[in-house]
């Protein structure tokens, strides 16, 4: 099995086609999560549901170690704030 790509060892030319994708797929998942909330779905079973669906999906790809490798830093990514969307007043 590979291992799970960093952000820097993507070529630039292929930057932007990820980066699309990734929006995309952001978009998609925000969509059905919001209508789970809207169909009372509790935002908790929500999160674990997709970070289980998540896991799963990495170490189909990447395999065990990869999936638990990438498991490893997101302690250090989330403290760094990479997770946290900022709260906009209007």
Request: hydrophobic share 45%; with cysteine.
């Amino acid at each position: 099995m590979s291992q799970l790509p960093e952000t820097h060892d993507i070529d630039e030319k292929a930057d932007q086609a990820h980066e699309d994708a990734r929006h995309a797929a952001l978009a998609y998942l925000d969509e059905a999560w919001n209508e789970a909330v809207y169909d009372g779905l509790d935002e908790d079973c929500l999160a674990q549901a997709a970070l289980f669906t998540a896991i799963r999906s990495l170490v189909a790809t990447y395999g065990e170690d990869a999936a638990a490798e990438f498991a490893e830093r997101l302690a250090v990514r989330i403290r760094a704030g990479e997770y946290t969307v900022p709260f906009n007043r209007q």
